[in-house]
């Protein structure tokens, strides 16, 4: 069978099962091991009989068994980066990517050629840490999560990606000590009475959900950062579309003299709050 009657067949299956067929195109993509531009020019060409086989095996978990693509695939892309996943990780979202492009555009603006020490607190799989040390080599990252799981995961990644950057263990800041000039968070904010979609239900609970409103780790975090912040400092939270005016609560009452910064996704939503110390912030 080729390529092309082999996605005909999972693109059947994928509508009667109301799920993605983009989902079917990049598993069987990834599974054959080619670069998008290599899979679309051999859609012709002959599907091994073994590849065939894992392929509609992979496929029907996906559809029948609600588990992500990711996880099948064992990775996902994060920043043009590829990065491990699995369980016990949550897979990395595209507003997150935004969440790093508007950590490096702040640096550029108030810390410019500066080196600095970040931390991504509740890094999961490392990738917003990770991404934003290669990104800029004069961030020096530390990235924690409480999870002993998920820092084997952010370790690999480190590792395959080659980044430099300091790992640990932590509940919150429990085990850190030191000071900061960017705190990076994009914690667990789906409200704990929040049902969600089969599909996210099979990512780690430990990275959904922050608690009856939601907001839970933002206040903590927030509670908790003083002693973690330099003079001159940011802290960058995504957050749920229904958090914005709680978090900017939280954070007039602990850094009343802060610059706060409340930007949107790309889809229209309430989703970034910037917490800026110092000078940091004073020019938005
Ligand atoms: N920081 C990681 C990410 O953004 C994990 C987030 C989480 O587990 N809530 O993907």
Redesign the pocket.
């Known amino acids: 069978m080729t390529y092309e009657a082999l996605l005909k067949i999972a693109y059947k299956k994928t509508n009667t099962h109301n799920k993605e067929e983009e989902a079917a195109k990049l598993l069987l993509m990834e599974l054959s091991n080619q670069e998008p531009h290599q899979f679309f020019t051999n859609l012709k060409s002959e599907v091994p009989k073994t590849l065939e086989i894992d392929f509609l095996n992979k496929l029907d978990q996906y559809l029948v068994s609600n588990i992500p693509v990711q996880h099948l695939i064992g990775h996902s892309y994060f920043y043009g980066y590829k990065f491990k996943v699995n369980q016990h ?5 595209g507003e ?1 990517e935004q969440l790093v492009e508007h950590v490096l555009y702040y640096y550029d603006k108030y810390f410019i050629d500066q080196k600095i020490i970040v931390l ?1 607190l ?4 490392g ?2 840490g990770i991404a934003l040390s290669l990104e800029e080599e004069n961030m020096n990252v530390t990235v924690s999560d409480i999870s002993e799981e ?1 820092l084997k995961v952010a370790k690999d990644n480190q590792h395959d990606l080659k980044a430099n950057v300091k790992i640990i263990q932590s509940d919150l800041f429990e085990n850190i000590s030191d000071a900061f000039d960017i705190i990076v ?5 789906i409200p704990d009475t929040e049902s969600v979609q089969d599909i996210v239900s099979k990512e ?1 609970k ?3 959900y922050g608690g009856l409103l939601g907001v839970d780790f933002y206040e903590k975090i927030i509670t908790n950062s003083k002693n973690h912040l330099k003079e001159h400092s940011l802290i960058a939270f ?1 957050h749920g579309f229904q958090q914005k005016q709680r978090i900017f609560e939280i954070a007039k009452k602990h850094f009343p003299n802060a610059h706060i910064v409340q930007v949107k996704d790309l889809a229209g939503k309430d989703r970034f709050t910037f917490i800026g110390l110092g000078n940091v912030l004073d020019l938005e």
Not at 185 to 189: E, G, H, R, T, V
Request: proline share 17%; hydrophobic share 35%.
């Open positions: 990780v949550l897979i990395p979202r997150t991504d509740g890094t999961g799989s990738c917003i998920a968070s994009n914690p667990p904010y780690p430990v990275a959904l995504e």
